[in-house]
């Protein structure tokens, strides 16, 4: 993030360079950056001459390569913008010749996305010289809870842990897919206010009774009438509660606890960071610890495992999503 506000705020402060490539797993902020540059560099009035987007499928490197050296009209810039540029990765070096003598008067952004540039193409080390590179590494699911919060928190908002980890556990760690959802919240919740499962439930539509997350916890603390309800909810909602989900998080959570239950030092810090878990939830682990011993745990995760398979159709004939959940249930409790 703050690689983003040091792109924006240079822009903003007229340091606008002539190529910018935006690349890497994590759309986000690709897009975000691209979106800034054709909203604020040109005015509204320059952009209709000035202003052209471009798409990797439907372009050459010479095409691209045309528009960049024609000259603005009636304006001191022009923005050439190339969304899904990852479709030109195979002619994409031919660029070096105009990136190392790049047109002053044009801004080419190309948005290379879903991948990682090659670092050893010239025209990865010629841009890095004459304009910005910026590669936008994908968070992993530990790590977005924390992005949840520093992003509500630049807009005067707050959220709870546990509103936070029920967002991710819904929509995974798809940034996008997470901030359309955040501006869903912002728009009926004032500045100032707590976001909490009971929002997200009334104005997202995600259950904070009846979810992955709370299954997990359920299943941890061995409490068997809670666990049943919520498999029966999901039995009943197949198509909100995937099957494969429900097992990968739990094969995950078991995981996790198989590493626990190998940890010599149990400091909440080392639990945390061995975990890859916020230590808000380490009280879980210290309690399904205590109600599944480390062969115990083994065992699940190899009934988990097959349950898999199962659910995939393999090695049974049709089983439906909800007997397999009830069958999971049974074998892990």
Request: glycine share 6%; net charge positive; hydrophobic share 40%.
């Amino acid at each position: 993030m703050d690689e983003v506000k040091q792109i924006v705020n240079a822009i903003k402060n007229g340091d606008v360079k002539p190529i910018y490539l935006l690349t890497g797993e994590e759309p986000y902020y690709i897009d975000r950056i691209a979106a800034f540059i054709e909203e604020n560099v040109l005015s509204e009035a320059e952009r209709g001459f000035n202003q052209m987007v471009l798409y990797g499928k439907e372009v050459s490197i010479e095409d691209i390569v045309g528009h960049a050296k024609r000259y603005p009209m009636m304006a001191q810039r022009q923005v050439v913008i190339v969304k899904e540029a990852q479709h030109l990765a195979r002619s994409i070096d031919k660029l070096s010749a105009y990136a190392e003598n790049p047109q002053p008067s044009t801004v080419l952004v190309l948005c290379y996305k879903y991948n990682k540039f090659d670092k050893r193409k010239k025209v990865y080390k010629t841009i890095k010289k004459s304009g910005v590179v910026f590669e936008s590494k994908k968070l992993y699911e530990n790590q977005v809870a924390d992005w949840i919060r520093k992003v509500l928190g630049g807009s005067g908002y707050r959220i709870t842990t546990k509103a936070s980890s029920l967002l991710v556990e819904f929509l995974g760690a798809d940034l996008s897919k997470i901030n359309n959802e955040l501006d869903k919240l912002k728009l009926v919740i004032p500045k100032e206010t707590e976001i909490t499962p009971e929002a997200i439930e009334k104005h997202i539509g995600i259950s904070k009774d009846f979810n992955n997350f709370e299954l997990k916890k359920a299943i941890g603390e061995r409490n068997v009438v809670k666990a049943t309800r919520i498999i029966n909810y999901f039995a009943q909602n197949p198509k909100d509660n995937p099957f494969v989900l429900t097992v990968t998080l739990l094969n995950t959570f078991f995981t996790q606890l198989l590493k626990y239950h190998g940890l010599q030092d149990r400091n909440p810090k080392n639990i945390a960071s061995s975990l890859g878990i916020n230590p808000y939830f380490i009280s879980e682990y210290q309690v399904a610890a205590k109600n599944y011993p480390m062969k115990k745990v083994s065992n699940i995760i190899s009934s988990l495992r097959t349950l898999d398979l199962y659910g995939k159709g393999v090695g049974v004939n049709q089983i439906s999503h909800g007997d397999l959940l009830k069958e999971l249930l049974a074998k892990i409790m």
